[in-house]
Protein backbone atom coordinates (compact mmCIF):
# COMPACT_ATOMS: atom_id res chain seq x y z
CA UNK A 1 0.00 0.00 0.00
CA UNK A 2 1.88 3.05 -1.16
CA UNK A 3 1.11 6.75 0.56
CA UNK A 4 -0.36 9.12 -1.28
CA UNK A 5 2.57 12.63 -1.78
CA UNK A 6 0.14 14.82 -0.06
CA UNK A 7 0.57 12.95 3.02
CA UNK A 8 4.30 13.67 3.40
CA UNK A 9 3.83 17.28 4.18
CA UNK A 10 1.09 16.39 7.18
CA UNK A 11 4.16 16.61 9.74
CA UNK A 12 4.99 20.32 8.48
CA UNK A 13 1.06 21.49 8.91
CA UNK A 14 1.29 20.19 11.97
CA UNK A 15 4.37 22.27 12.97
CA UNK A 16 3.04 25.68 11.33
CA UNK A 17 -0.16 25.06 12.87
CA UNK A 18 1.33 24.24 16.44
CA UNK A 19 3.49 27.51 16.30
CA UNK A 20 0.47 29.55 15.08
CA UNK A 21 -1.37 27.85 17.89
CA UNK A 22 1.16 28.90 20.14
CA UNK A 23 1.35 32.40 19.66
CA UNK A 24 -2.09 32.88 19.04
CA UNK A 25 -2.27 30.76 22.65
CA UNK A 26 0.32 33.59 24.54
CA UNK A 27 -1.23 36.72 23.18
CA UNK A 28 -4.61 35.54 24.32
CA UNK A 29 -3.47 34.21 27.90
CA UNK A 30 -1.61 37.00 28.51
CA UNK A 31 -4.39 38.97 28.26
CA UNK A 32 -6.61 37.28 30.75
CA UNK A 33 -3.40 36.98 33.22
CA UNK A 34 -2.14 40.42 33.60
CA UNK A 35 -3.35 43.09 34.86
CA UNK A 36 -4.19 46.86 33.15
CA UNK A 37 -3.66 49.75 34.41
CA UNK A 38 -3.47 52.27 31.54
CA UNK A 39 -2.83 55.62 33.60
CA UNK A 40 -1.22 59.01 31.72
CA UNK A 41 2.55 58.02 32.74
CA UNK A 42 2.40 54.93 31.52
CA UNK A 43 0.70 55.62 27.80
CA UNK A 44 3.30 58.31 27.52
CA UNK A 45 6.18 57.17 24.99
CA UNK A 46 9.30 56.52 26.52
CA UNK A 47 12.29 58.64 25.85
CA UNK A 48 15.05 58.26 28.55
CA UNK A 49 13.32 60.13 30.78
CA UNK A 50 13.05 63.33 28.93
CA UNK A 51 9.37 64.70 28.53
CA UNK A 52 8.72 64.17 24.70
CA UNK A 53 8.01 67.38 23.18
CA UNK A 54 6.88 68.41 19.77
CA UNK A 55 5.47 65.78 17.13
CA UNK A 56 7.42 62.88 16.17
CA UNK A 57 6.94 63.34 12.60
CA UNK A 58 9.89 65.67 12.57
CA UNK A 59 11.76 66.21 9.24
CA UNK A 60 14.53 65.49 8.62
CA UNK A 61 17.45 66.36 6.16
CA UNK A 62 17.47 63.81 2.54
CA UNK A 63 21.24 63.68 3.67
CA UNK A 64 20.16 61.04 6.22
CA UNK A 65 18.57 58.82 3.64
CA UNK A 66 21.36 59.42 0.85
CA UNK A 67 24.13 58.54 3.34
CA UNK A 68 22.10 55.59 3.75
CA UNK A 69 21.65 54.56 0.14
CA UNK A 70 25.40 55.10 -0.51
CA UNK A 71 26.23 52.86 2.46
CA UNK A 72 23.90 49.68 1.10
CA UNK A 73 25.88 50.64 -2.49
CA UNK A 74 29.06 50.54 -1.79
CA UNK A 75 28.34 47.35 0.61
CA UNK A 76 26.80 45.56 -2.28
CA UNK A 77 29.99 45.96 -4.36
CA UNK A 78 32.26 45.09 -1.45
CA UNK A 79 29.98 41.82 -1.51
CA UNK A 80 30.29 41.42 -5.32
CA UNK A 81 34.28 41.56 -4.47
CA UNK A 82 34.30 39.07 -2.00
CA UNK A 83 33.67 36.08 -3.93
CA UNK A 84 36.52 37.18 -6.84
CA UNK A 85 38.69 37.08 -3.64
CA UNK A 86 38.01 33.96 -2.96
CA UNK A 87 38.37 32.80 -6.32
CA UNK A 88 41.30 34.56 -7.38
CA UNK A 89 44.09 32.18 -7.58
CA UNK A 90 42.09 29.57 -9.62
CA UNK A 91 40.72 32.43 -11.87
CA UNK A 92 43.96 31.31 -14.65
CA UNK A 93 42.50 27.72 -14.81
CA UNK A 94 39.20 28.74 -15.56
CA UNK A 95 39.42 31.51 -17.91
CA UNK A 96 42.71 30.12 -19.49
CA UNK A 97 43.83 33.35 -19.57
CA UNK A 98 46.76 34.66 -16.31
CA UNK A 99 46.05 37.97 -15.70
CA UNK A 100 41.90 38.16 -16.67
CA UNK A 101 40.45 37.91 -13.57
CA UNK A 102 42.88 41.06 -12.31
CA UNK A 103 41.78 43.37 -15.10
CA UNK A 104 38.66 42.44 -14.95
CA UNK A 105 38.20 43.51 -10.87
CA UNK A 106 40.78 46.82 -12.08
CA UNK A 107 37.69 47.74 -14.49
CA UNK A 108 34.92 47.41 -11.55
CA UNK A 109 36.72 49.36 -9.41
CA UNK A 110 37.12 51.66 -11.91
CA UNK A 111 33.40 51.93 -11.94
CA UNK A 112 32.94 52.01 -8.58
CA UNK A 113 35.68 54.52 -8.36
CA UNK A 114 33.55 57.23 -11.01
CA UNK A 115 30.74 56.31 -8.74
CA UNK A 116 32.66 57.66 -5.90
CA UNK A 117 33.84 60.27 -7.63
CA UNK A 118 30.58 61.60 -8.89
CA UNK A 119 29.20 61.89 -6.10
CA UNK A 120 31.86 63.44 -3.69
CA UNK A 121 31.56 65.79 -7.14
CA UNK A 122 27.51 66.40 -6.48
CA UNK A 123 28.63 67.49 -3.25
CA UNK A 124 26.09 64.96 -1.47
CA UNK A 125 28.70 63.87 1.54
CA UNK A 126 29.57 67.40 1.91
CA UNK A 127 27.76 68.50 5.41
CA UNK A 128 28.80 71.67 5.61
CA UNK A 129 26.73 73.55 3.68
CA UNK A 130 23.25 71.94 4.47
CA UNK A 131 21.63 72.10 0.99
CA UNK A 132 17.78 71.62 0.59
CA UNK A 133 17.58 71.03 -2.80
CA UNK A 134 20.49 67.79 -4.23
Known sequence: MTVPYFWQYIPLLLQILAAFGLGIGMAVGSNFVGRHRN??????????????VGDARGRFSVRFYMVAMLFILFDVEVVFMMP????????????????????????????????????????????SNDKNDL
Do not use: H
Open 39 to 52: TKTKLDSYECGIVS
Open 84 to 127: WAVIYRQLPAITGQRFFGFWEMIVYLGFVAVGLLFIVKKGILNW
